[in-house]
């Protein structure tokens, strides 16, 4: 099941990524880039209303995946659901009231405006509101969905979800309006298609039980302790994540902002490649984990092999050919010129990011939240002070740069604290095997194509393409024979398919 998983995951957030992916100059052409600014803006907002969440979705998800096979769960799983969701309503509520009552304050004191109205950028702040407020359940029932493991389907929604969420965006601003406040009132449209889609869903595929499931926070003990931690790392991860965001909010015009965050969408199809594998695998990992720990550390390298497999190709090659990927992308070398190395520099801060989220995805399994906690917190000693220096200095090349030391020192935790806590081997076999090994040979490959891409000097949109894509494939050729467990895995594949063909 987990391979099925994994590539239901896999087409689901490629195609998802892809669409979004293809609309993003669409929006920006249309919207402009200060408006395209108040779509940072929105995230920014998100992330901070997500704190309300306090971990309780990252336990509801692990307790459903590590008990959906028990007897007698079904009522525990039920209840859990039902005063979850109840919570998470009021949490939606009460995120709404904050944004609406500091919509006047961000839009006249903190954002710096140059041809919005300030009535227009309060009126996109207060339907920023109702979204948010939506978010919460949206991503409890998506959760719920996929500890239970039932991905192919998720992902069948997901996809028809996010077709008529970009295809329609992009006839909205094309034919209809590129105003910024129907922009978000499509976007509430879509939310609530979402929330009704998803816990129709939940509510098929989670163990029935005759009585009406109960309000009660009896759900949550045994988790006090997972959710304090969280809750507590969740804080510090807001503060290193988005620190960044504000202090170039502040700074920056709206409009510089907006190209800021269209840097950081291009980006996001890295994270969204890379959130089918990890939704695949941390629910098999935490079973593992609890039931089958003999095998715990083949399978903690095959998924850490298989994640490096998928991302580090994609991810280098979006950080060394960023300019020639989005003046072949947008047709616009003034939106090129402005944005390609932070998108280098985010790239590459991402990709280290991705990398660096097993050793946490094996803490989660374990229940343990203490070095998360720790980690994080002293990691914002380090770095609030350097975006907020960095971010003054040299903008959002500055706030990227902090981005990628953040990444490291996540890298460098794993090696020489989650692992010797939680694995038996040698601490340096992740960082080298998995990770390390692959990345410098298909980074050395990629920068030697650069340099004859120079030396060719191509000017033809046709063969700048076709370039690239021999390079990228050259690149994943590279990547899969650094990777000896992935190696394995698919001569395995190969010789069962080939003896299959051969008996016929």
Not at 48 to 66: H, K, N
Not at 227 to 245: E, K
Not at 438 to 459: C, R, T
């Amino acid at each position: 099941m987990i391979k099925q998983n994994m590539l239901a995951n896999l087409i689901g957030k490629v195609y998802s990524a892809g669409i979004a992916f293809i609309v993003l100059p669409i929006y920006l052409k249309y919207l402009g880039s200060e408006s395209y600014g108040l779509v940072g803006v929105f995230i920014t907002i998100q992330a901070f209303a997500l704190l309300l969440d306090s971990g309780i979705t990252p336990m509801v998800t692990r307790d459903i995946a590590r008990m959906k096979l028990q007897s007698g769960s079904s009522n525990h799983l039920q209840n859990l659901l039902r005063t979850t969701e109840v919570l998470f309503i009021l949490a939606g509520v009460f995120a709404f009231i904050i944004i609406f009552y500091l919509s006047d304050f961000l839009s006249s004191n903190w954002l710096n405006i140059n041809t919005l109205s300030l009535e227009t950028v309060t009126h996109t702040i207060i339907l920023i509101g109702v979204i948010v407020g939506l978010r919460f359940n949206i991503g409890l029932y998506g959760g719920t969905i996929m500890a239970l493991e039932k991905q192919v389907s998720y992902n069948i929604a997901l996809s028809i979800i996010a077709t008529i969420k970009s295809l329609g965006a992009v006839y909205l601003l094309m034919y209809m309006s590129g105003d910024i406040v129907i922009f978000f009132k499509y976007q509430i449209a879509i939310s609530i298609i979402e929330f009704v889609v998803y816990r129709y869903m939940v509510m098929k595929y989670l163990p029935k039980i005759q009585e009406k499931p109960l309000f009660t926070f009896d759900v949550y003990k045994g988790n006090l302790h997972f959710l304090g931690g969280y809750s507590a790392s969740m804080l510090f991860v807001f503060i290193l994540l988005q620190s960044g965001n504000i202090v170039l909010s502040k700074i920056l015009s709206l409009s510089q902002f907006g190209y800021y965050s269209f840097s950081m969408s291009i980006v996001s199809i890295l994270q969204m490649a890379g959130g089918p594998l990890f939704q695949a695998i941390s629910p098999r990992l935490m079973s593992i984990y609890a039931n089958d720990k003999q095998n715990l550390e083949t399978f903690y390298h095959k998924a850490c092999q298989a994640i490096s497999f998928l991302l580090i190709p994609a991810g280098l090659m979006l950080a060394i050919y960023s300019y020639e990927i989005i003046f072949l992308w947008t047709k616009n070398s003034d939106t090129s010129h402005n944005i390609y190395m932070i998108v280098s520099l985010l790239s590459i801060g991402t990709l280290l990011n991705l990398l660096a989220t097993m050793p946490g995805q094996l803490q989660m399994a374990d229940g343990r939240t203490k070095v998360m906690v720790w980690i994080n917190g002293l990691s914002i000693l380090l770095v609030l002070p350097l975006n907020i220096w960095f971010g003054t200095l040299f903008g959002g090349v500055g706030v990227a740069s902090v981005w990628i030391l953040l990444n490291i020192l996540y890298l460098l935790t794993g090696v020489f604290i989650v692992h010797p806590q939680l694995l038996s081997e040698d601490k340096s076999q992740w960082i080298l095997e998995d990770i390390l090994k692959p990345f410098v040979k298909v980074g050395i490959f990629l920068l030697i194509g650069k340099y004859i891409y120079f030396l060719l000097n191509i000017q033809s949109t046709f063969l700048t393409l076709v370039y690239l894509s021999i390079i990228f494939t050259c690149g994943y050729v590279i990547n899969f024979l650094a990777l000896p467990l992935i190696r394995s895995e698919v001569s395995m594949l190969w010789r069962r398919k080939y003896g299959d063909f051969r008996k016929k």
